[in-house]
């Protein structure tokens, strides 16, 4: 399709919050909206095409094949938090990148660093072999990246050979188990491995409907459940992982167990209710440890994992079916417009913190969306972790730096509904906006001639992860806007009128788009 205005698409018939379809004044102000969005996620979309090229692409080791992002090849930073989001780069700017250079990477880990079976260790660069490493290191490091390396990559690519990996690697951390439990063996004490693997199972029970990694989960559950007055202190990273772990892990209970999650809601909550009797101040923020009782002015006094620990409370409600939390939730969110959380240094000057907290944020707003909420993230995104007034500002690729990448792409694909542009090229804005009930606006602009096509998001919880609903979770790229495979869509062209027909499929696969620099697309896509 050839368009002659500024490149712009409006996209009407999928699930999206808001009124419905309202005609001509709906669609101008949808508009207006996306196009405010589109001038956001460009910038920050051609700050991480560049990024992907200029800066993480040339730290692939020539020899070993493997991304050395901070110097060296771990399992519990780098193969954990920054090959992930290299990743996410990659399938979100240049699919080439995707399933040439990134996907060796995981190639070449396995070759070189699978040690207990398919567990790997990490790999000496300076003397060419793998490094030794204790029983509870490798157990920590292998499901370090696993939670938040794999699952992350295989929540947008579906069952590929990252999903493979991911179940590999449980497979054997769960054959080699050696701690005793009244429940069975289990790979480790510590909570933070522990609410991890709770992630993980989950996940691939769903996935593959295999039974034992259900059972696996629940003989962690039980373990923590059967221990008098069981309250996770910590409440930032490092010990939160068990609050979400638990509560997804009630959400698939929910539906497949609902005798087991009658039993584990009623301990749930009791966990809940006492991390907000004694772990948050007044707003419902989050302090880093329950039993820290600072007025939270000062600085390192609130968790920049707030809201990966929210994400388990509304879990429970969408399992419970019940309004238990999210009026808490939405009380924290409009809290964000105080002076107190703008700006606030999370941990200090580190990019970390702001990514985190703003991750966080966005997974709830996801659910309940709240004014103040998203104008708190756009402020913090723009100031802290895009830097979008810095337009030569660019990210390293050490953990710090490389969490910033993956807040950023979240929150550009907020911006855009889910929806991307392939190929990518510099100087395009993307943006969207909801236009109502089944009514979704994008706005893409080109400086320059543009040839490529629009992918739409599809319900990758249901089709890639098995899910029955669309569960609050963390390590992933939430669903804003999408299209189902089956369901046919008509398509129409706002300033030729043209009007044509297309399956959620094909939408998937791509809308051709052709754009003449500084012209316009305007599509309307509704569902059939």
Wanted: hydrophobic share 40%; with cysteine.
């Amino acid at each position: 399709m050839r368009g002659t205005v500024s490149l712009a698409v409006v996209l009407v018939g999928l699930a999206g919050p808001g009124r419905s379809y309202g005609g001509e004044e709906t669609e101008r102000s949808a508009f207006a909206e996306a196009s405010k969005s589109a001038a956001i996620a460009g910038a920050t979309l051609s700050k991480v095409h560049r990024w992907l090229h200029e800066t993480a692409l040339p730290r692939i080791d020539a020899k070993t094949g493997l991304y050395i992002a901070d110097g060296r090849w771990n399992y519990r930073d780098t193969a954990a938090d920054c090959y992930p989001f290299f990743t996410w780069a990659a399938w979100a700017v240049d699919r080439e990148v995707l399933n040439g250079p990134v996907r060796a990477v995981l190639h070449a880990e396995q070759r070189l660093c699978n040690h207990l079976d398919r567990i790997p260790v990490p790999y000496d660069l300076r003397k060419g072999q793998r490094a030794a490493l204790d029983y509870e290191e490798m157990v920590f490091q292998a499901s370090e990246y696993v939670k938040d390396g794999l699952i992350a990559i295989v929540e947008v690519t579906g069952k590929d050979e990252w999903f493979e990996r991911m179940r590999a690697i449980e497979d054997d951390l769960w054959k080699h188990a050696r701690i005793e439990t009244p429940f069975g063996k289990i790979p480790s004490r510590n909570i933070e491995v522990n609410g991890e693997q709770i992630q993980a199972l989950t996940r691939l029970y769903t996935m593959t409907g295999e039974v034992r990694y259900l059972a696996w989960a629940e003989r962690l559950a039980d373990y923590y459940f059967s221990q008098e007055d069981f309250v996770p202190n910590r409440l930032r990273d490092h010990g939160c992982e068990i609050i979400g772990g638990l509560g997804l892990l009630l959400a698939i209970e929910s539906r497949h167990n609902p005798d087991k999650a009658r039993i584990y809601a009623a301990k749930l909550r009791m966990v809940f209710d006492r991390i907000l009797e004694g772990g948050c101040n007044q707003d419902g923020m989050m302090f880093n440890e329950i039993k820290h009782q600072a007025t939270g002015t000062r600085r390192g006094a609130f968790s920049d994992g707030w809201g990966y620990n929210y994400v388990g409370y509304l879990c429970y409600d969408m399992a419970t079916r019940t309004e238990t939390y999210r009026p808490q939730v939405r009380r924290t969110l409009r809290a964000l417009a105080k002076p107190a959380y703008r700006d606030y240094q999370w941990e200090g000057s580190s990019i970390d913190g702001w990514a985190d907290s703003v991750e966080g944020g966005l997974y709830l707003l996801n659910r309940v969306p709240v004014a103040e909420g998203f104008t708190w993230a756009d402020h913090e995104t723009a100031a802290h972790i895009a830097r979008t007034a810095e337009p030569d500002h660019m990210w390293g690729t050490m953990k710090l730096q490389a969490n910033g990448v993956r807040t950023a792409l979240i929150h550009a694909l907020m911006h855009t509904r889910g929806v991307t542009a392939h190929p990518w090229q510099d100087g395009l804005e993307l943006g969207a906006a909801p236009g109502g009930v089944d009514c979704l606006t994008v706005v893409v602009r080109a400086r320059a001639d543009y040839e490529g096509h629009l992918e739409f998001d599809i319900p990758r919880h249901r089709l890639y992860l098995g899910f029955q609903e669309d569960w609050p979770r963390m390590n992933t790229l939430p669903e804003w806007f999408t299209v189902e495979p089956d369901r046919t869509y008509s398509v129409r062209n706002v300033e030729t009128g043209e009007t044509f027909l297309r399956s959620g499929r094909q939408m998937h696969n791509g809308v051709r788009v052709n754009i003449e620099a500084g012209k316009a697309v305007r599509l309307v896509v509704s569902a059939k």
